[in-house]
């Protein structure tokens, strides 16, 4: 039984958007902190942006002022709205359980979804 399911993904122009989202299994979601990570070809997985159930967040610094993750609790929902979206963004995204550290550290779990890819054209 899956317990973590992305969708959303697609191919965009640069410049476009796109909004992921993620739907989890309440208890996977009542974690401390939620995250996305994606990973290139050929590239280790990175962490794009964390969120804890309280709405305290941290971003990979290359997506700061660009991306957006945000969750509703009552959905068991996380979501990653992307603007400006460039094709170095190209990646499949995964989104994880896990926990954030006061000190803005995500540590991740072993749960992770299936992933959805993500491209952008130049």
């Known amino acids: 039984q899956a317990q973590l399911v992305e969708s959303g993904g697609g191919l965009v122009q640069a410049g476009g958007s796109l909004r992921l989202s993620c739907a989890a299994s309440?208890?996977?979601?009542?974690?401390?902190?939620m995250g996305w990570y994606r990973q290139a070809p050929g590239k280790q997985r990175e962490l794009v942006a964390a969120?804890?159930?309280?709405?305290?967040?941290t971003y990979a610094d290359s997506v700061k002022a660009r991306f957006t993750i945000s969750r509703d609790n009552a959905k068991n929902t996380l979501y990653l709205q992307m603007n400006s979206l460039k094709p170095e963004d190209t990646a499949v995204y995964y989104c994880?359980?896990?926990?954030?550290?006061?000190?803005?550290?995500?540590?991740?779990?072993?749960?992770w979804g299936q992933g959805t890819q993500v491209t952008v054209s130049s």
């Open positions: 969120i804890t159930g309280g709405g305290t967040t």
């Open positions: 309440k208890n996977i979601f009542n974690m401390n902190a």
């Open positions: 994880n359980a896990g926990a954030l550290s006061y000190s803005g550290i995500y540590y991740s779990t072993g749960y």
